[in-house]
Structures are given as structure tokens and as C-alpha cells.
Nanobody, 112 residues
């Protein structure tokens, strides 16, 4: 088990950008990593995922706007979010898909 700590959330206007970071307390080198989000009244959904080798996939709703990346030397995974929309408002969670660990979440609010 490792601890995952997300940061970078906040309030942003539509069309703005945020960069989320997830720092792990241990190595993520062997772990597929992912970002999920959960909006009020909705199920938690997969936003983006990245393999050990750096291959990525995205939810259709964020494709072309969000970029997931990783820096294994820093035990960190990032989510660059551009052209944010009101429907992106949610708590964003980092997930180590090998260990099954979750971060505490960081709130992203895109104002209307």
C-alpha cells in the first residue's frame, strides 16, 4: 500500500486550465495509473489512464483537452486539463491500478 496525495485543484473559469498532480509515497514504476472523477449525484468515472510504458487512454468527453503523464523518478502522475467546461466540475481522484490505492481527492470547480 502507498499513500497518494492529489493537489492542484481549485476554481477556474470555463476555458481555463489546471494541472493536477498525484504524488505517491512509494514507487509507481510497475503501476498503471489513472485519474477518476466523481460529480455530485453521479458514479465515479474513469477520466484518463496511463500504462507502465506511457500509453494513454481518455474518456471521450475529455479527449483532446486533457493529458495524463507520469514521472516515475518523482513518483508522480499529472493531469493537465485545458479548455475546462462546467461539466468537468468534480472531485478528481488518483488511482494506483496495481495496488488498488486511492488518493483523498482534489476538488475542481469550473464556474459558469
Amino acid at each position: 500500500q502507498v499513500q497518494l496525495v492529489e493537489s492542484g485543484g481549485g476554481l477556474v473559469q470555463p476555458g481555463g486550465s489546471l494541472r493536477l498532480a498525484c504524488i505517491a509515497s512509494g514507487s509507481i514504476m510497475l503501476s498503471p495509473m489513472a485519474w477518476y472523477r466523481q460529480a455530485p449525484g453521479k458514479q465515479r468515472e474513469l477520466v484518463a489512464a496511463i500504462t507502465r510504458g506511457g500509453s494513454t487512454n481518455y474518456a471521450d468527453s475529455v479527449k483532446g483537452r486533457f493529458t495524463i503523464s507520469r514521472d516515475n523518478a518523482k513518483n508522480t502522475v499529472y493531469l493537465q486539463m485545458n479548455n475546462l467546461k462546467s461539466e468537468d466540475t468534480a472531485v478528481y481522484y488518483c488511482n494506483d491500478q496495481r495496488r488498488g490505492d486511492w488518493g483523498q481527492g482534489t476538488q475542481v470547480t469550473v464556474s459558469s
